[in-house]
Structure formats: C-alpha cells, structure tokens
C-alpha cells in the first residue's frame, strides 16, 4: 500500500523558507566545510580549532565545563578529545581535587598547531565577512548568541 501525502506542499515550503533550524543547520554545515578546507594543513578540523582555542582560554576545564561552553553532550565531547589526544594536542586527567571529573589541557604541539592555524583563522574569516555583503557580522553574532 502506497503512502499518500497528508502534509501539503506549501506546509513543505512554509518549514523549508521560515525554518529557523533547517537555515542554521545549512549555514552551519557551509560554515564548517569552509574552514575544515582551511585547517587541512594543520591535520585539524573546524571543530577542533574551536576545542583548543576554548582550552586555550580556559586553563584547565573540566569535560563539563566545555560541553557547557560548546553546546556539545560529553560522550561527542569524550570523543572528540580522544582524536586531538591520539594527535598529543590535548591531554585529558583526573581531577587532582575531584577524582570523577577529567580535566584537559593543551600540550606544547596543541599550542604550536593553534598558533599556526590562528592567522589562517584569520585570514578566513576577513575573507568571509567581506563576502557578507549587506550584512552586519556583529549584529549576526549578536543575534546567534541570543539562541541559545
């Protein structure tokens, strides 16, 4: 027995124009794809680059502590740590003061990689706002933020 359609076709369209979600998810996968290219020199990835510039700021977080800041649940954040501390990027302990929870830290070749992929980074990004023609990169920010 064939399905038949029971949602309309301009419900489809409705949700494919005004969906929040879906036009976030795209730019995001764009966004993503854009800077994984760049980052390819440095073996790394976009999200990876995001993960050691948070560690880089941040001391020595727990695992909490940057699932929080990322949006990420801990066991995706678990394994993506594991890949950038099979690199030596990263080094992921026990907490001295609290033996449940894991604190993680760059290591020397994290930094060095961060601090060469950084003016790539950079470089990037200009480019990109600069395509955003009509658009207020600061208020987009703003306005990402606000979503969460």
Same mark, same amino acid.
Request: proline letters at 3%; charged letters at 25%; aromatic letters at 6%.
């Given at each position: 027995?064939?399905?038949?359609?029971?949602?309309?076709?301009?419900?489809?369209?409705?949700?494919?124009?005004?969906?929040?979600?879906?036009?976030?998810?795209?730019?995001?996968?764009?966004?993503?794809?854009?800077?994984?290219?760049?980052?390819?020199?440095?073996?790394?990835?976009?999200?990876?680059?995001?993960?050691?510039?948070?560690?880089?700021?941040?001391?020595?977080?727990?695992?909490?502590?940057?699932?929080?800041?990322?949006?990420?649940?801990?066991?995706?954040?678990?394994?993506?740590?594991?890949?950038?501390?099979?690199? !030596?990027?990263?080094?992921?302990?026990?907490?001295?003061?609290?033996?449940?929870?894991?604190?993680?830290?760059?290591?020397?070749? !994290?930094?060095?990689?961060?601090?060469?992929?950084?003016?790539?980074?950079?470089?990037?990004?200009?480019?990109?706002?600069?395509?955003?023609? !009509?658009?207020?990169?600061?208020?987009?920010?703003?306005?990402?933020?606000?979503?969460?």
């Amino acid at each position: 027995m064939a399905l038949s359609k029971t949602i309309p076709i301009e419900t489809g369209e409705e949700v494919r124009d005004r969906c929040l979600c879906f036009h976030t998810q795209r730019a995001a996968r764009m966004l993503a794809r854009r800077f994984d290219n760049a980052f390819l020199p440095f073996g790394i990835t976009n999200q990876q680059f995001s993960m050691m510039m948070m560690l880089n700021n941040a001391g020595n977080p727990s695992i909490g502590q940057v699932a929080d800041f990322l949006a990420m649940d801990r066991t995706t954040l678990t394994a993506a740590l594991k890949a950038l501390g099979r690199r !030596g990027f990263v080094t992921i302990a026990r907490d001295e003061d609290d033996r449940r929870s894991k604190r993680i830290s760059l290591t020397a070749a !994290g930094i060095k990689t961060l601090k060469s992929a950084v003016p790539v980074w950079r470089s990037e990004h200009a480019l990109l706002e600069s395509k955003l023609s !009509g658009v207020d990169a600061n208020r987009l920010r703003a306005s990402l933020r606000a979503v969460g």
